[in-house]
Nanobody
């Protein structure tokens, strides 16, 4: 089993930055694809970014490419999402997720989820 705990959310003005962290535990977590998703009120959870367990493959949603950076430190069992140039439309609960069997942007492919951390971007 894998346990994920997000942190680092908060309130920030448009144009500002936040760094989210996801602390992961579990025997096999180091071989999981790690993803960030977000969900705004009334909307479906959507893909934001993912990184392969090897760290060699990284993908972003078009809406965040160039502004967000995903990274992982397997030695610390932690994945990060650096968010720059934040926009009001980035406001959402951000979730960390782990996929034990694939490298996917589909939320249905992910096996484990954190509880989420709120990111609010004011205009």
């Amino acid at each position: 089993q894998v346990q994920l705990v997000e942190s680092g959310g908060g309130l920030v003005q448009a144009g500002g930055s936040l760094r989210l962290s996801c602390a992961a535990s579990g025997r096999t977590v180091s071989r999981c694809t790690m993803g960030w998703f977000r969900q705004a009120p009334g909307k479906e959870r959507e893909f934001v970014a993912r990184v392969h367990w090897s760290g060699s493959l990284i993908s972003y949603a078009d809406s965040v490419r160039g502004r967000f950076t995903i990274s992982r430190d397997n030695a610390k069992n932690t994945v990060y999402l650096q968010m720059n140039s934040l926009k009001p439309e980035d406001t959402a609960v951000y979730y960390c997720a782990a996929d034990a069997s694939s490298y996917s942007s589909n939320k249905q492919s992910y096996d484990y989820w954190g509880q989420g951390t709120q990111v609010t971007v004011s205009s």
